[in-house]
C-alpha cells in the first residue's frame, strides 16, 4: 500500500509501468489491508500459543514423575475406567518424565478432526482431565479457539474466505511493492519507511502467502492436483486389512473407532525396534480386530520425525519413512511447520512475531498515507487511470494472459481482481460524466 498521491518528485527510473504497479498496489493494499492486519495479529497469537498452553493446561499435562511406569494397556484402562462417551482409537504416550499420556477416543458431536482426549498420570494411572483436541498435533481448545479464528474468523466454512483473500493478494501486493521501491522516487519519510519495512518482510510475506494457499478452499485444491500432478505428494502407508495413511497437516485427520487395546505394549515396541524413535508417537488402534496398528512420529521441526509404520502380529509390516519422502513432499512439510512455529521451536515463533509485526505496521502505515494523501486532503492528487497504455501492446498482452492464468490457479484473485477493474471502470465513467 504504497503512497498512490505524491507527484512532487521525479521518480529515479523512467519506469513507464510504474503508474500502472502503483494503482494496483494502491486497489490491492486498500481491498486486503484489513485481511492481512486480521491474519498477521491472529497468526502471531497462534504461532506463540505452546507456552500458554503449557500454563493454562498444567494440570491436565504435568504430573510429578515417578521412578517407574504403568505398562500402557494398564494406562488406557484407567482412561477407559472414566467412562468416556464413544470409541478408543489411539493413544499418545508420554513424551518426556512429568507428562501425561493421551488417550483419544471419537465421539459423537465433535468437529471434523476433533478427538477427546484423556490425561493419564503414567505413573499412577490417575486421570487428571480430559479435554478436546483437534488436528494431529493435538492442539488444546484455546489453541484451537485460535487457529479456527486466524483460519475463518469462527464463522465456518464460508469464513475461509478471508484468509484465502489475504492469502492470494498478499503476494501480489509484496512483489508490486518491490517494482515500486525498484523504482522509487525520493519523497516523503513514511513512504521510504514503508517501502523499507516491505523489503524486510519480503521473503516472509511470500513463504507465508504460498504456504497459506495450501490450506485455502479454492487455491489449494489446485495445490493438491499440481502436487499430485507433479509427483510431490506424501507417500501413504499401506495398511493391511484398512485404508492407508494420507498426506495431513495441521487441519488432521479423523480416526476410525478401533478394537481392543491388550497388544499395545506390543505393538510400541515392534514400532520401537524399527527405527521409530522421536519422542512424540500416536499409536492408532486396529480398523478391525486382527488388523494393523499404525504407529506415527508425531514430531515435526529440524531434524523432522513424521515416520510412520503399521504393525501387524507382533511385526512391522510396512513403514514409511521421512528420509524418503520426494523432495516437494520434504518442503511441503518443512513450509507448514515453518507457517505454523514449530519448524525449529522458539526462533520460528519469533521470527513469526517480527514477521507479523511487520506486516501488521505496513498495513497501519500504508492506511495512514493514503489518509493523509487522499485527493480531498489537498497534499496531492492520485495517479491517474490509463496507466496501462504506456505499456507496449506486447507487453500488455503478456500480462493479460499471465493474470488469467494466476486467476484461474488462485480463484479467488482472478474474481477479485475482475471486480478491481470493474468498480475502476464505473468511477472512471462517472468522474467523465461529472
Known sequence: MTDTATTAAPPR???????????????????????VLI????????ALTPQLESWVYSDELR?????????????????????PQGSLVA????????????????????????????????????????LVVYGTSGVLPL?????????????GEPGRLYSELAASWLWVVALGGLVLWITRARNSKRIRTHGLIGVWVLAGALFLSATGLTWSAYAGENVASLRKAVGWTTPALKMPG??????????????????????V???????????????????????????????????????????????????????????????????TRWGIDGHMGVLFGWPNQLLLLFLGGGLVWLVVLGYRMWWKRRPTSGFGRPTP??????????????????????????????????????????????????
Open 13 to 35: 527510473t523512467s519506469f513507464a509501468w510504474r503508474g500502472l504497479f502503483l494503482r494496483l498496489h494502491f486497489y490491492a493494499g486498500v481491498l486486503v489491508g484489513p485481511f
Open 39 to 46: 491474519a498477521a495479529l491472529t497468526g502471531v497469537l497462534y
Open 63 to 83: 504430573v510429578p514423575v515417578s521412578a517407574q511406569q504403568l505398562p500402557l494397556s494398564k494406562q488406557i484402562d484407567a482412561a477407559v475406567a472414566t467412562s
Open 91 to 130: 493413544v499418545r504416550p508420554a513424551p518426556e518424565p512429568g507428562d501425561t499420556t493421551r488417550v483419544l477416543f471419537s465421539e459423537e458431536g465433535l468437529g471434523e478432526s476433533e478427538r477427546r482426549a484423556v490425561f493419564v498420570d503414567p505413573g499412577t494411572g490417575r486421570v487428571t482431565g480430559d
Open 143 to 155: 489453541r484451537t479457539t485460535l487457529d479456527q479464528l486466524h483460519r475463518n474468523l469462527l464463522l
Open 242 to 263: 484398512g485404508t492407508g495413511g494420507g498426506d495431513h497437516g495441521e487441519h488432521g485427520e479423523h480416526t476410525s473407532a478401533g478394537s481392543g487395546h491388550s497388544d
Open 265 to 331: 505394549d506390543t505393538v510400541l515396541s515392534a514400532a520401537r525396534a524399527s527405527g521409530i524413535d522421536a519422542r512424540k508417537v500416536e499409536i492408532g488402534l486396529p480398523k478391525s480386530p486382527g488388523g494393523a496398528w499404525k504407529v506415527a512420529e508425531i514430531q515435526p521441526g529440524l531434524p523432522t520425525q513424521v515416520d510412520s509404520v503399521a504393525v501387524q502380529g507382533g511385526a512391522v509390516v510396512s513403514s514409511v519413512k521421512f528420509a524418503d519422502y520426494p523432495l516437494g513432499a520434504k518442503l
Open 385 to 434: 487511470r490509463g496507466q496501462w497504455r504506456k505499456a507496449p501492446p506486447a507487453a500488455l498482452v503478456g500480462l493479460g494472459a499471465g493474470a488469467l492464468v494466476v486467476g484461474w490457479f488462485v480463484p479467488l484473485l482472478g474474481v477479485s481482481l475482475v471486480v478491481f477493474l470493474a468498480i475502476d471502470a464505473v468511477l472512471g465513467r462517472r468522474a467523465k460524466t461529472a
